[in-house]
């Protein structure tokens, strides 16, 4: 089991930035494809950007430009650093990590962009 837990999210006016933490329990970090999705009111969950364990990454279009997604395998994190922040990117931010068939998901964090 692989524990996941966010941190950095909060208020911030639009145009500000924000980066958000996900630090992961256990040995095998390394091998995980890591992801950070967001859920607004109303709305399905949706992927925010990917890195796999070569460091590929993906985003949405959404927030290509703005958004980076990096990891640091020595440390077990992965972070999301997210500049030009505009209120359509207010949500529920959640940590993924996927190996194999196994899932796994963090509690979120919430951030909130204020206009």
């Known amino acids: 089991q692989v524990q996941l837990v966010e941190s950095g999210g909060g208020l911030v006016q639009a145009g500000g930035s924000l980066r958000l933490s996900c630090v992961a329990s256990?040995?095998?970090?390394?091998?995980?494809?890591m992801g950070w999705y967001r859920q607004a009111p109303g709305k399905q969950r949706e992927l925010v950007a990917s890195?796999?364990?070569?460091?590929?990454?993906n985003y949405a279009d959404s927030v290509k430009g703005r958004f980076t997604i990096s990891r640091d395998n020595a440390k077990n994190t992965v972070y999301l650093q997210m500049n030009s922040l505009k209120s359509e990117d207010t949500g529920v931010y959640y940590c993924?990590?996927?190996?194999?068939?196994?899932?796994?998901w963090g509690q979120g964090t919430q951030v909130t962009v204020s206009s």
């Open positions: 993924n990590a996927g190996f194999s068939s196994a899932d796994y």
């Open positions: 256990g040995s095998f970090f390394r091998f995980y494809v």
């Open positions: 890195i796999t364990r070569g460091g590929t990454t």
